[in-house]
Each structure stands twice: as C-alpha cells, then as structure tokens.
C-alpha cells in the first residue's frame, strides 16, 4: 500500500470537453508552479487552486490583493499566454456566494 498524505493545496487543471486533471500541492507557490507546467504541457487555459486546510485558506485569504470580506473559496486561473519562455494569467478569488476580486501578472 502507498503512503497517503494531507495536502494542503488541490490543483485542477481543465481541459476542453470539462475534463479535469487533479494534483495535490503542499504550499501555494508550488501549487501555482504545478498549475502553469501542467497548463502547458496539456495545453489549458483554465485552472483552479482549492485550498484543502485551514492554514491553505488563512494563507489564501491573506493574499494583498484580496479584499472580500467574506473570504474567498478558490482561486481561478485564466492562462492568457501559455509559453515556456513567457506566462501572463489572471487570478481571481471566487466565492462560492459568488463575489470575485481579480489581478492580472
């Protein structure tokens, strides 16, 4: 039997058609790194960031440029270039209430 682990992180990454593939991640720059290699490799342009405990969300929550005061669910991520050399994406936190605060790198 294999060794299961919590991780703090869920990653998917969405491909045409709705399907998702799903990968674990133990902090949120490892996550985001997971989320844009895999992007590329399958040729994505939609991924998501489930934060798993309460420390992910805290960390999630804690993000400058989020301001909804009711927190925020999950991150979505629009993969606008998806390049080796050069990545641009938008973040943008979603509540499951439905508020969203957005930024673009």
Do not use: F
Request: aromatic share 8%; proline share 3%.
């Amino acid at each position: 039997m294999g060794k299961s682990i919590t991780c703090n992180y869920e990653v998917q990454t969405e491909l045409c058609y709705g399907h998702c593939h799903v990968q674990g991640a133990m902090s949120y720059k490892k996550a985001l790194t997971t989320l844009l290699n895999e992007a590329q490799r399958i040729g994505a342009v939609k991924g998501y960031i489930w934060p798993q405990t309460k420390m992910a969300k805290k960390k999630v929550n804690n993000i400058p440029w989020v301001t909804n005061h009711n927190g925020i669910d999950y991150l979505e991520i629009t993969i606008e270039i998806n390049t080796p050399e050069r990545r641009k994406y938008k973040i943008s936190g979603k509540n499951c209430g439905g508020r969203n605060e957005n930024i673009s790198y």
